[in-house]
């Protein structure tokens, strides 16, 4: 088994890899946001790559998200896990709450988001009535289970274009169609994984209250935003070595 691991903001290098090695990778669509890194965590096999390259240097309007999955795909990977940073939109999805979605919204426009385009490629249509894989997504749930760490199940996530912050009227109108948190870079990853036919889920780590909810009443603060990744990353690093750990048992 091989697995994928992409990181959002926080989450820049995964930390314990041994016999870590980077791969750089050519694309038919160009260059994924940096090199693979491979290597072991307990003795299975990871695949990580870093969203916004490793220097966070990537806005998400500007990630290259299909020739991100292509190299993932490439790689042979058995399944990518995401992890993304979101806002909270519903009350008790505040600062520090780890929540794995099971529904999404794309309000993105203007980014390249399929494989089956162009004048020699046919009219191809995939299903996405549910966006994540319902078995990485179980998977996940039991690792943060056996570890005791508290996991919201279920959510939808709405994906906006970036890299500015929502204004609290854009919030209102999400939340009025459904949605629980606010991100930028679910979309069209999770799409573009579902064409690759690779299983894909999102564990969503929440960095603060969206525009107008909770202590975002009047504005965001980027300063507690940093203080809550750097709070929370090392309960996303131990939840994704119990969940390898876990997917290694069950293959």
């Not at 039991?142 to 760490?149: K, Q």
Request: charged share 20%.
């Amino acid at each position: 088994m091989k697995f994928a691991i992409i990181g959002g903001s926080g989450l820049a290098q995964l930390a314990g890899l041994e016999q870590a090695r980077r791969q750089v990778v050519r694309t038919p669509y160009g260059d994924p946001s940096g090199p693979l890194t491979h290597g072991r965590l307990d003795g299975i096999e990871l695949v990580f790559l870093a969203r916004h390259g490793y220097g966070h240097t990537i806005a998400p309007h500007e990630i290259n998200y299909r020739a991100n999955l292509w190299a993932l795909h490439g790689a042979g990977v058995d399944g990518i896990l995401s992890v993304a940073t979101v806002g909270g939109i519903r009350p008790e999805f505040g600062p520090g709450v780890l929540v794995l979605p099971d529904q999404l919204i794309d309000y993105t426009w203007g980014r390249r988001s399929t494989f089956f385009e162009g004048p020699e490629q046919p009219v191809t249509h995939i299903d996405f009535t549910v966006p994540y894989d319902d078995i990485v997504r179980e998977r996940l749930a039991r690792a943060a289970g056996n570890l005791g760490e508290p996991l919201a199940l279920g959510g939808t996530y709405g994906c906006t274009q970036g890299p500015r912050l929502e204004t609290a009227a854009e919030i209102r109108r999400m939340e009025r169609d459904g949605c629980d948190l606010v991100g930028m870079t679910g979309m069209p990853e999770a799409a573009l994984a579902r064409e690759l036919a690779v299983p894909y889920a999102t564990l969503a780590v929440v960095a603060n209250h969206a525009a107008g909810k909770g202590d975002s009443l009047q504005g965001i603060s980027l300063e507690a935003i940093s203080a809550t990744l750097d709070q929370t990353m090392a309960r996303v690093h131990r939840i994704l070595g119990e969940f390898v750990r876990v997917a290694a048992r069950e293959q």
